[in-house]
């Protein structure tokens, strides 16, 4: 049964544990997608705002709600591994054995994009985050829309919420429609594996150990290669904190 909301915000929908419930929602979800707005879903770690990467404007609104500039580029969600082989260059022998490995789940895999793949990600420099998330309803939306850009719900430098008031309170009238599963998982955020090198690199240890990401890569990251500060921060999508 579908929890009422109590936000008092029409914009915020419930998401029913009963799958059956869903079609309506998807329904609405993607029509905000085709017409360029932004939507709140739940994912497998925390809850994302996501757009049409394929939207210019749409990608401007989500910079635009998250107060952050555009040289922190959008990581992708996919819905299925072989989505995500139409928009990447190639996916490399360690590519499929991470994503066998753990898509659905907690890793983000760095590509380089498709050449002349025409979408809007902000600065990308020719590469992709991109990741496929364990949470159905998640799926089921991006299986309607198509891969979706998405960050976290929050604005930049500010905590990423755990519930949907306060990611309404955050983002405001710049999202059409909250989708709300409830509290999100109180977890690590997604391993960054960054496969655009001659060699694996490491960029952000999250779920998964670094030893079992080895095993499956069968060989050990790149740690002798200093990554610049402005490159981490990019894919990790918030500055550093220099003040501590």
């Known amino acids: 049964m579908t929890e009422p909301d109590t936000t008092g915000d029409p914009r915020v929908i419930p ?7 869903w079609p309506g929602l998807l329904e609405v979800g993607g029509e905000i997608i085709a017409r360029g707005g932004l939507v709140v879903l739940p994912t497998d770690t925390l809850y994302g705002v996501a757009c049409d990467p394929f939207n210019p404007s749409a990608v401007d609104a989500l910079f635009k709600a998250k107060r952050r500039g555009r040289d922190l ?10 989505q995500a082989i139409g928009l990447v260059d ?5 590519a499929q054995a991470l994503i066998a490995a753990w898509w659905p789940g907690p890793l983000t895999l760095v590509l380089r994009e498709a050449p002349g793949i025409g979408w809007d990600l902000g600065d990308s420099r020719g590469t992709v985050a991109v ?3 364990k949470q159905t309803f998640a799926l089921a939306l991006i299986q309607r829309t198509g891969p979706l850009a998405t960050s976290s719900a929050n604005r930049s430098g500010e905590p990423t919420p755990s519930e949907v008031p306060a990611v309404v309170e955050q983002l405001g009238d710049h999202v059409g429609v909250f989708f709300d ?7 690590p955020a997604s391993s960054i594996v960054d496969l655009t090198g001659r060699r ?5 240890e ?10 499956v890569l069968e060989e050990p990251f790149d740690y002798g290669t200093a990554i ?17």
């Open 15 to 21: 998401v029913s544990k009963d799958e059956e419930q």
């Open 73 to 82: 580029p959008l990581p992708v969600l996919v819905h299925t591994w072989r």
């Open 90 to 94: 190639e996916v490399t022998d360690q």
């Open 131 to 133: 990741r496929m998330p």
């Open 181 to 187: 599963a409830g509290p999100a998982p109180d977890g």
């Open 200 to 204: 694996p690199r490491l960029l952000r």
């Open 206 to 215: 999250g779920a998964i150990p670094a030893d079992e990401l080895e095993r």
């Open 228 to 244: 610049p500060a402005d490159e981490l921060e990019r894919v990790l999508e918030e500055p550093f904190d220099y003040g501590t």
